[in-house]
């Protein structure tokens, strides 16, 4: 036997023999441990709103959000299955709310983000504050916030929500509560914080207290204010080659990202309009909000039409095209990598 076959048979004899004691050696791991560029185990992929909100209603039918609790449909990876993860550090799904239906009040460790898909006039409370919603809203429920949802209107109300649950279950950290009554009992009127905090001003010393948690004040960004913003962009600034024209939402307390683990912003790419390629490490879902186009991610390519969503895993290599004025909405784990010291990107 050579010297070579020898070494590698007494290794393995070693292996064998560690083994019970679960032990590893490291040297046979490291290049899939350590590796030189992201290497994302998520797949791209492009979900129809179309085809969930058929499958959605038909839920309805079946199941009430009182027995649900939440009437959601997870957008699981295809690459990441029994996960229920759109990227490996974050969640996403379709949640209904028919007319008169109560989604009770809980909270929980984990963030969450709710982008109205359709529907006008239900409401999402937060500490007994409520959002009126309308389509392409953004609003926030911070991790620990009690919050519930209603739907007084006649017509059905679909958003999707994003949360950090992969996140949360990596550092074993979740808690969660119910409140005794379905909902949480009012304790400011509807719009208190937006009128306070959602002009880019704050209120001063001393009224602070009147209103929502200092770190956390704003949690409802209508889609009438962050469009315009867009637009009044779009006729002033140049636009950038990567991102198209381009707004991330902030917390007016530190003028840092939405939430600690959740990062978010719209883009809108002008018809004709095709972006350079770009990579980063945040895997990004992105709503199609107006317009279409089409998304190249890596090798594939997917059409965008209205309501469609999109997610990019960390480190594919993007490109954007419109076909017709394209607006966008994304949201990422980029405030974790940056506060971890992780984030990084890449512009051809």
Known sequence: MSLANEQKRLLEDLYEQMAPNFLTPLWEMLAT???????????SHRWSYREMRDFLLRAGDLISAEQAERRVLILENPTLPGLSAITPSLYA?????LPGEIAPAHRHSQCALRFVMEGSGAFTSVGGEKAIMNPFDLVLTPGGEWHDHGNPTDIPMIWLDGLDIPTVRLFDATFAEHLDSK???ETMPPGSSLAAYGQNMRPMHGHTADYRPVAQPLFHYPFAKWRAALDGLARTSPIDPHLGHALEFLNPADGGAIMNTISAHVRLLPAGFSSAPRQSTDGTIFVVVEGEGTAQVGEREFALMPRDVVVVPSWSKLGLEARKDLVLFGFSDKVSQQKLGLYKEKCA
């Open 93 to 97: 799904g379709l949640q209904m709310i």
């Open 33 to 43: 441990l350590v590796k030189p560029e992201p290497s994302s185990p998520a797949a």
């Open 183 to 185: 909902v949480h009992p």
